[in-house]
């Protein structure tokens, strides 16, 4: 029942921005911290930044001063805003819920970014 879907994917060139968007149901998405993980080919997944329930932000180095996170708990939406994009950006971009207080999680299903020119 639980359902984490992205969206806003695609090909952008350097320096382009993208916003993506993970659309929550099935779970009280209040309760959930929610993060963005990308994970390039060849690569570990790895964090890009995480939004807490209270609204604390988290971003990885790479990211920081370029992307932004936010949700919207009324839609049961989290974003992630890409700006200044570099190729190295390149990845599957993952979302992920964490139950507050609790060793659950989900993820989604994935979404594409490729930033070339």
């Known amino acids: 029942q639980v359902q984490l879907v992205e969206s806003g994917g695609g090909m952008v060139q350097p320096g382009g921005s993208l916003r993506l968007s993970c659309a929550a149901s099935g779970i009280p998405f209040g309760s959930y911290a929610m993060g963005w993980y990308r994970q390039a080919p060849g690569k570990e997944r790895e964090l890009v930044a995480r939004i807490g329930g209270s609204g604390h932000t988290n971003y990885a180095d790479s990211v920081k001063g370029r992307f932004t996170i936010s949700r919207d708990n009324a839609k049961n939406t989290v974003y992630l805003q890409m700006n200044s994009l570099k190729p190295e950006d390149t990845a599957v971009y993952y979302c992920?819920?964490?139950?507050?207080?609790?060793?659950?999680?989900?993820w989604g299903q994935g979404t594409q970014v490729t930033v070339s020119s």
């Open positions: 992920r819920a964490d139950l507050i207080y609790s060793t659950t999680y989900h």
